[in-house]
């Protein structure tokens, strides 16, 4: 068994590393459309799972136009705190971003408690009074989508892209399957898979592959 | 299309949710052990990836000890923000824990870069400063996992548990490897599979199953 130290430095682990996930597609004669790849290739690095090559939808243009938004000074919302840790904060907050996760949040809580609803659905509520242009990362809660494409169909909101990537059995195929209806710009791990880790893997590739 | 208020509460998610999980495993003829099941259940819930079903591998008596350990007030040390977000932290401090993740400490990005090492590793060795019963969740840094190695080796360090479930393409799956020759008590996501979430899942599902 061989562990090299010169192979074991971060940026080395992630070069070679995209490298082999690159070999395994083309062994797998998975060709991906090149816009698409750096979303595709960050969530198989942080998984080792390369369903998601087959299970990612994108919206036409959609990596353009959130880096797009990014660059604007989009807010990113997520609904669990795993996903604001994994963000790379310093890099958007370069320009002018912010992560907000409102799940632990006491009003947040007590409104949930009160509509009978969760809090993750009234976190999508909360994100109304930011007054930012916003971003959706929602890895967990099928709650949260299902509250957002409300608020979209209501026209309350517009998101400049929802990352709809919830993980789970219980109303998480169908939650997607209505954010796949709008015409907000988004990105959906069809199917059961996703999760906290993939939400913050697709907001980090979109934020690597913008021009500084 | 049915998305019904009534099942979607977070709890009635979770309970029906294992149940599915249960009814895939026996579809899959897959049969687990009664003390593995939760920790094994935890895992496929939180990526709904089945191959860690197969994949988990755990020392003799372990998750029984790794209860214990939390019930004696271990603290728990992670390799990455995102882990530490993610384990129940009310809960552990129920017992008298508390998590600790020392990759955004500015002494231990200095120690690496003199060191011509990783963060992940200089925290490992940050973690015997500590002098409490350990766990180590690692869902990420294969140095973590080489450095707990040769820590554990040179009689520096007897953590009550190691979890490791670091995800990826470099070296990941001899650092487990490594990890699995070793008498610590262990869980071990055998291959390139694992990951932050994973890592977390692991810790909450010793938690849950904790008699109060």
Do not use: W
């Not at 069809?190 to 592959?209: C, D, E, F, T």
Request: charged share 20%; net charge neutral; aromatic share 4%.
């Amino acid at each position: 068994m061989k562990i090299t130290l010169e192979a074991v430095l971060p940026a080395e682990i992630e070069r070679r590393s995209m490298e082999l996930i690159e070999q395994e597609l083309a062994t797998q004669k998975i060709v991906l459309q090149p816009e698409l790849a750096p979303v595709i290739k960050r969530a198989i690095h942080t998984s080792a799972d390369f369903d998601y090559a087959r299970n990612l939808v994108f919206s036409p243009g959609v990596v353009q136009k959130g880096r797009a938004a990014i660059q604007n000074g989009a807010c990113i919302v997520t609904d669990t705190q795993m996903t604001k840790a994994g963000i790379n904060k310093k890099l958007l907050a370069h320009f002018g971003g912010e992560v907000f996760c409102f799940m632990a949040d006491e009003d947040v809580a007590q409104a949930a408690q009160a509509q009978g609803s969760t809090r993750a659905a009234v976190s999508m509520d909360k994100s109304l009074t930011l007054n930012r242009p916003l971003i959706f990362a929602i890895g967990n809660a099928p709650t949260a989508l299902v509250r957002l494409y409300e608020l979209i169909c209501e026209e309350k909101l517009k998101p400049e892209l929802v990352i709809g990537v919830p993980v789970g059995f219980v109303n998480v195929v169908e939650s997607k399957e209505l954010l796949l209806q709008t015409q907000v710009p988004h990105i959906v791990a069809r199917g059961r898979k996703g999760g906290s880790n993939i939400a913050a893997a697709i907001v980090n590739a979109l934020l690597y592959g913008i021009d500084k």
